[in-house]
Structure formats: C-alpha cells, structure tokens
C-alpha cells in the first residue's frame, strides 16, 4: 500500500495564494504519475495538475498560468503552488499517484476554501 498525506490547504481571499504538499510513503521514483485532482460539491472530480515521470506536466485550462506543479525527489513529495486563486478554486483537492506497476492511489483530500 502506498499513503498519500496532503497538507496546506486552507481558507484564502481571493487573489491570494496556497501551497499544497503530498508526501508519499514510497520512493517517488516507484510512481510513474503524480498528480492533483479536486472536487467541488455537485460536481465530478476534476484533474488539476500531474506529473509523470520524464514527462511535462499537464494542467487544467483553468488553473494554467496560475497553478504550478513540482516535486522534491529526496523528500518523496510534490507540491501544487496555487497562486491568484478564485472562488471556482474553492473545493477538496485530492493528491494521486499512479506506481510503475500500474496500481493506483489517492489521499484523503484538504479543502481549500477561496472566499472574501
């Protein structure tokens, strides 16, 4: 079992900015695919960001320019860097990772709220 712990999500202004860490239990170069998802209520979960190995990252139409993926290798995690957020930004994100062997995994989410 691989375990996903998020962090950083939290209750921001509009125009502001938060930085989402996912911290996996493995060695990322076990994962293929890192990414992040979210979900906001009445609607279907949504890709936000990925990483994939050797590959360039991919956004959502709506997050690009704003949003920036990464990952720090020695500490098995990566980061979603949230910048001029909206209240469309408001929902759960959930951090993914897809191992090489093809299994694949979410953590539990953190709620980020973008509000006045």
């Known amino acids: 079992q691989v375990q996903l712990v998020e962090s950083g999500g939290g209750l921001v202004q509009p125009g502001g900015s938060l930085r989402l860490s996912c911290a996996a239990s493995i060695s990322i170069f076990s994962i293929y695919s890192m990414g992040w998802y979210r979900q906001a209520p009445g609607k279907e979960r949504e890709l936000v960001a990925a990483?994939?190995?050797?590959?360039?990252?991919r956004y959502a139409d709506s997050v690009k320019g704003r949003f920036t993926i990464s990952r720090a290798n020695v500490k098995n995690t990566v980061y979603l860097q949230m910048n001029s957020l909206k209240p469309e930004d408001t929902a759960v994100y959930y951090c993914n990772a897809i191992v090489l062997a093809g299994n694949d995994y979410w953590g539990r989410g953190t709620q980020v709220t973008v509000s006045s």
């Open positions: 990483l994939t190995s050797g590959g360039s990252p």
